[in-house]
């Protein structure tokens, strides 16, 4: 059974750091993109950051772009997320999801964790 | 970035209604566009795929289409399960975004 399991989350002040961590089971994890989506308190789906399986062409949304960093460690089966120069808008439940890749538009979310609550506040 | 602009925002229905959902692309993304039903403290469940392809094991009253930049999520005879928010998304690019959600709540 596929298993994505955040943790790291709790409070930062702002300006500060953190570091989430998504632990994946039941897969191949070295062979799939990984994803980390965020959802703000009474907001909607925001997708932040993704990694390509060996590490490299990590992509950002504008709104993280410079502050935060995306990473894989294969041998650990594990996602993270370094966030830096933390804002209170940044306040909210993350998720680490799979992506499934193929060919002919076949691209999408099949795996999602449970999600992180991240808040941002002094 | 591709923005992705979802109408209405909200609705209500009752059981057993027809419901469309509708969402446009800002530039072409072909047919590189997937439907997900959030409901609160769950993660997102996949509907449809690629535009129009049904996920296996969701119900066939799902019915997704596609017209140039304009894609649609079609739910027939709307069961209670269904209350809840409806995301489109675009794959096209290489950052992937989200429209802003439709929240399908109960007449």
């Known amino acids: 059974e596929v298993q994505l399991v955040e943790s790291g989350g709790g409070l930062a002040q702002p300006g500060g750091s953190l570091r989430l961590s998504c632990a994946g089971s039941?897969?191949?994890?070295?062979?799939?993109?990984m994803s980390w989506v965020r959802q703000a308190p009474g907001k909607g789906l925001e997708w932040v950051a993704n990694?390509?399986?060996?590490?490299?062409?990590?992509n950002y949304a504008d709104s993280v772009q410079g502050r935060f960093t995306v990473s894989r460690d294969n041998a650990k089966n594990s996602l993270f997320l370094q966030m830096n120069s933390l804002r209170a808008e940044d306040t909210a439940f993350y998720y680490c999801?799979?992506?499934?890749?193929?060919?002919?538009?076949?691209?999408?979310?099949?795996?999602w964790g449970q999600g992180a609550l991240v808040t941002v506040s002094s | 970035d591709i923005r992705m602009t979802q109408s209405p925002s909200s609705l209500s229905a009752y059981v057993g209604d027809r419901v469309t959902i509708t969402c446009r692309a800002s530039q072409t993304i072909s047919n590189y566009l997937n439907w997900y039903r959030h409901k609160p403290g769950k993660a997102p469940k996949l509907l449809i795929y690629a535009a129009s392809s049904l996920q296996s094991g969701v119900p066939s009253r799902f019915s997704g289409s596609r017209s140039g930049t304009d894609f649609t999520l079609t739910i027939s005879n709307l069961q209670p399960e269904d209350f809840a928010t409806y995301y489109c998304?675009?794959?096209?690019?290489?950052?992937?975004?989200f429209g802003q959600g439709t929240k399908v709540e109960i007449k």
């Open positions: 999801a799979r992506e499934f890749r193929s060919g002919y538009s076949v691209n999408y979310f099949d795996y």
């Open positions: 990694i390509r399986q060996d590490g490299g062409g990590a």
């Open positions: 039941g897969f191949i994890f070295s062979s799939y993109y």
């Open positions: 998304q675009q794959t096209y690019s290489a950052k992937w975004t």
